[in-house]
């Protein structure tokens, strides 16, 4: 019997599974060409943009310009225990918020990308880099901008796969959920699609590390290889390090964050995949720690499977583990049913039971949208 299923298996794995898009090479050319960020490159291959309504004359043809709007709603929001204290440790505040994004190759000698963030409150300034290519595969890139660490990081919100981040990101990097400063990042290209990057930045955003005295001058190393294997079957291996000083009560201490990532996916007919990501981060300190900002790890582990070009669904698999006896543990695991009504909207539920190593449980839903226009020269 056991044969008879494999044999089956074997056969309907056949019929699925078709040759490779000719994205990869597109993938490998925009890397090696120089001025093309070569993060965002990696990230718009393995990961499923949102649809966008593409009108065409925008006024510079060696630019383009993008609107966003997105936001997110809290549909439920219930735990185990009558008491405010599930409210008070875990918080999915309604969200509505704009993106404003204008970027270009001017002659295509080097690339510029400005990202606005606009919300009720305030507008603030996202990204704002260029890209230049210095020859022999090195790439320059300067100015403010998401880090090449870890396998998120360099996504923008609306970019990611599920309504709301991983925990792990959130307890590293605070209400943000990303490492993003101000700074110069030089990128090689060993191959095609192998990057090595280094980072020199500012880290005086107090609110990626989650205290007012936090201002460390951080410094990161991190590696990505993209892989094509066959038949539709992709991966993308990655490793980050960075390393840099916080301050703790009049005396600074060393912290390191370290992390190690894999995405595989797997094309099948029409434009349908299956994609398997997770992810492990850690922060460790020297010395005693501080509050806010404790030695903690954390993992997440998701798998995607769109069968249809408006219908995705997913699960994932999230935990950390502080070794500040103060903060709690926690695991989470979420479900995600996409659907995609056209060819500018996409819209997500969400649905996530959280557990803290302090007994308490509780259960959320969250309903998530995104409408983007791209105009185009």
């Not at 999230?318 to 049913?337: C, I, K, P």
Request: proline fraction near 3%; glycine fraction near 10%; hydrophobic fraction near 40%.
């Amino acid at each position: 019997m056991k044969l008879l299923w494999l044999a089956v298996f074997c056969y309907v794995y056949s019929e699925l599974v078709v040759a490779a898009p000719t994205d990869w090479e597109l993938l490998q050319a925009e890397m090696t060409e120089g001025v093309e960020d070569r993060q965002a490159l990696f990230n718009e291959f393995f990961n499923d943009e949102a649809p966008q309504l593409h009108p065409h004359g925008w006024p510079d043809a060696d630019s383009r310009f993008m609107f966003m709007a997105q936001g997110s709603s809290l549909l439920v929001d219930r735990h185990n225990r009558v008491s405010s204290e599930w409210q008070d440790r875990h918080d999915h505040a309604h969200n509505q918020w704009n993106d404003l994004v204008i970027e270009g190759k001017p002659k295509g000698n080097w690339r510029y990308f400005v990202n606005v963030n606009a919300t009720a409150d305030d507008v603030i300034l996202d990204e704002g880099f260029v890209t230049t290519y210095l020859g022999y595969g090195v790439q320059l890139k300067v100015g403010q901008f998401f880090s090449g660490f870890g396998r998120l990081n360099s996504q923008h919100t609306h970019d990611r796969d599920f309504v709301d981040a991983p925990l792990v990101y959130k307890r590293l990097f605070g209400e943000g959920t990303a490492l993003q400063e101000k700074g110069v990042q030089l990128s090689f290209l060993p191959s095609k699609t192998w990057m090595l990057g280094v980072e020199q930045l500012s880290a005086t955003n107090r609110d990626q590390f989650n205290d007012d005295r936090a201002k460390p001058a951080l410094s990161s190393v991190f590696s990505r290889w993209g892989e094509h294997w066959g038949n539709g079957l992709h991966s993308l291996l990655g490793a980050s390090v960075a390393q840099g000083q916080v301050m703790g009560g009049i005396s600074q201490q060393s912290a390191q964050w370290s992390g190690i990532d894999l995405t595989i996916k797997q094309w099948l007919n029409d434009d349908d995949y299956w994609q398997v990501q997770g992810e492990w981060l850690r922060r460790d300190i020297s010395g005693d720690a501080i509050v806010d900002f404790e030695a903690s790890q954390g993992y997440y582990l998701m798998g995607l499977y769109r069968w249809h070009p408006q219908w995705r669904a997913g699960i994932r698999y999230e935990g950390t583990q502080s070794d500040f006896q103060g903060v709690a543990n926690m695991s989470r695991q979420s479900l995600l049913l996409e659907h995609d009504p056209n060819g500018w909207l996409r819209t997500r539920l969400q649905l996530g039971e959280e557990t803290q190593s302090t007994g308490l449980t509780g259960f959320y839903a969250l309903l998530g949208w995104q409408a983007s226009l791209h105009w185009l020269p």
